[in-house]
DNA sequence: AATCCACAGGAAGATTAGGATA
DNA sequence: TATCCTAATCTTCCTGTGGATT
């Protein structure tokens, strides 16, 4: 036993020559720079500056789209802003990712916590709670910086939160509080209430998505730590960095496909990554992100790309919406599913559609008619396997594409 | 040029689910 | 626990349309 797992690692081990350091293409590691947002970072830091001769800084909001360096950006300011705080002026920087912590009473005890106060998970009125917090906050003179990360995701769900933090400052003697909203929905303040609002937005920091060239200076300069020098071609950074490019500008998927890169790599026992290794990672992240967008999809969307799968089999050609309607409502009775109208179903195609999963094109066959020919985008079988995992529809594993062909009236 | 197929997709109302609130 | 509210889902009804056929 020991023989074999030694000699089975040992040999995984004497390949580890492409990466030194793997954590730091990871999206979690903050790095201390930060390239092509020095503009941010120092208009982040004029606004926090009053926070260190003890005057309260203006609430900023973040905007940007995923994968611009907004958390990264706001992250480091806040450290440094730490660090520079004196003795008798402290600043506090708390970080809460909403998506995490999503309700009015868990982010007031998340806070209250940070000030080691003992809330329970649950049980407690949520003013009880806040009273806490003021408490705990005003017991020595601070300036207290609270980043609430995609608060969009707060919005969604009443922002009592954001009114009374907001106004938490009316209720406090001694210590300050000021409030970073990151959010990548540059929309989402339409949903405030205006009082909320206007005190939340009272500063603005735009992040634009990178470029292609911006993306590779920031791969490369990670890269240089992250991968052993010489293990990865010239050209393998600059193409992570045009199909991050292509995708929006997001600098985190760039870095997700270099770091899976170097792994696909790995595992194939080269020494170097090559540019076949980053397609082979950019076909993989499609797959898995396919994969995972087919598992959550609803049932009847399922049942709809169950029918086009099948047809496919049967080998029609020029699927029309109708065709997948009358195999759909086949179906539906297997799985004790009632079937819905025609009309949504052209919905749900439609929005497979903008998943990605499937292609249509609306083409007219003069007299007759109109209709939207459909196409699958993803290899038929392997999407098969991936719906069949479904339980409400494992009853249509043993039907067959012959048997679908006869009751297809 | 007029016709007309077979469906796309908009509008609005109905239903449902989930979540808050009393 | 009942009830109320809202957003999402779904239906019904409808108008619109590209181009082969007449």
Known sequence: MVPISRGLFADLLAQGEIFQSRDILRPTYTPSKLPHREEQINNLASILVPALRGETPSNVLIYGKTGTGKTAVAKYVGKELEEASFEDMKCVVIYINCEVVDTQYRILAHLARHFDRDIPMTGWPTDQVYAEFRNALDEEKQVVVIMLDEVDKLVRKGDDVLYNLSRVNSDLLRSRVSIIGISNDLKFTEFLDPRVKSS??????????????????????????????????????????????????????????????????????????????????????????????????????????????????????????????????????????????????????????????????????????????????????????????????????????????????
């Open 200 to 409: 939340l937005g009272e500063d603005e920091i735009i992040f634009p998505p990178y470029d292609a060239e911006q993306i590779r200076e920031i791969l490369e300069q990670r890269a240089n730590v992250a991968f052993c020098s010489g293990s990865l071609q010239e050209s393998v950074i600059p193409l992570c960095a045009a199909f991050a490019a292509q995708e929006h500008g997001d600098a985190r998927r760039a870095l997700d496909l270099l770091r899976i890169s170097g792994e696909l790599a790995e595992r194939a026992r080269s020494t170097v990554v090559t540019e076949v290794h980053v397609r082979q990672a950019r076909d993989k992240i499609e797959q898995d992100r396919v994969e995972e967008v087919i598992k959550t999809l609803p049932t009847q969307s399922k049942l709809v790309l169950y029918s086009i799968i099948l047809l496919e089999e049967q080998g029609t050609r020029n699927i029309t919406t109708s065709a997948v309607y009358n195999m759909y409502k086949q179906l539906c009775p297997l799985v004790e599913t009632d079937f819905l109208t025609h009309r949504r179903i052209t919905d749900l195609i439609a929005e497979l559609d903008m998943l990605g999963i499937l292609h249509t094109i609306v083409i007219s066959k003069g007299r007759y008619g109109r209709t939207k020919e459909i196409t699958l985008s993803v290899y038929s079988g392997k999407l098969k396997s991936i719906l069949q995992q479904d339980y409400r529809l494992k009853d249509l594993t043993n039907v067959t594409v012959p048997q679908q062909a006869r009751l297809g009236l």
